[in-house]
């Protein structure tokens, strides 16, 4: 089921995966959403989301495999899919767009990324 999303789009405590680079790092990722959403015309915006989303789930997958976490392989298709829609984008991002990668991103924490809690 589909989670609320937030507005205005900030991370809250109801995101916390309690470790806390992942949760620096969702905190940037809700931000990099937001300043996407406030000027969508900007390419250097989107540019700096999806540097942002790569370097995450590069750490978040590392993190992941050191502790040999039991979900990892169902995990990593996720990232890979959301990056290659980010690679597709170009801007002006259309409002569904927008709407798309917000849900995604509350969406792949609550039911994904919560998961691991406890387990990294």
Known sequence: MPHPIPEPY???SSFEVFYA???EEHKGLFKGVF???KDPGNGDKLADLAAKVKAHFDYE???MQKANYGEFEA???LHTDFLKTLAGLKVPLSA???KYAKEWLVN???DTDF???GKL
């Open 10 to 12: 900030d991370w809250d």
């Open 35 to 37: 300043a996407c959403e």
């Open 108 to 110: 792949h924490i609550k």
């Open 61 to 63: 997958e590392g993190q």
């Open 96 to 98: 569904d767009t927008i």
């Open 21 to 23: 680079q992942l949760d």
């Open 75 to 77: 995990h990593k298709p």
């Open 115 to 117: 998961k691991y809690k």
